[in-house]
């Protein structure tokens, strides 16, 4: 079974204009990805930076097996709901 991290929304609370994305593997490793807001998001395409991103966090600090044992193509799926829901709560306010 291909490790999948959990992926938490971050917020800043005295910047709406400022989201990010914290990833947890059940290994213990972990990694945060932040990303602009705006109405204008580009969802899709900032989901798959933020990926990339978070992959080459992982070669960067030697993770190579987490690397290529996670299924990235959820990731970005999971990185969109976090994105898209930062966008709308952007527009509520």
Known sequence: MRPMPT???????????RAGI???WDDGTSKQASFAVASDTDVQGTSK???VQMLQTLMDSGRA??????N???VVAGCAKH???AVSRLEIH
Request: proline share 3%.
């Open 7 to 17: 992926l938490h929304r971050l917020e800043d609370p005295t910047n709406r204009l």
């Open 22 to 24: 914290l990833f947890t």
């Open 49 to 51: 930076a933020i990926a």
């Open 65 to 70: 097996d987490l690397a290529n044992a996670t």
């Open 72 to 74: 990235w193509v959820s």
């Open 83 to 85: 994105v898209r829901d």
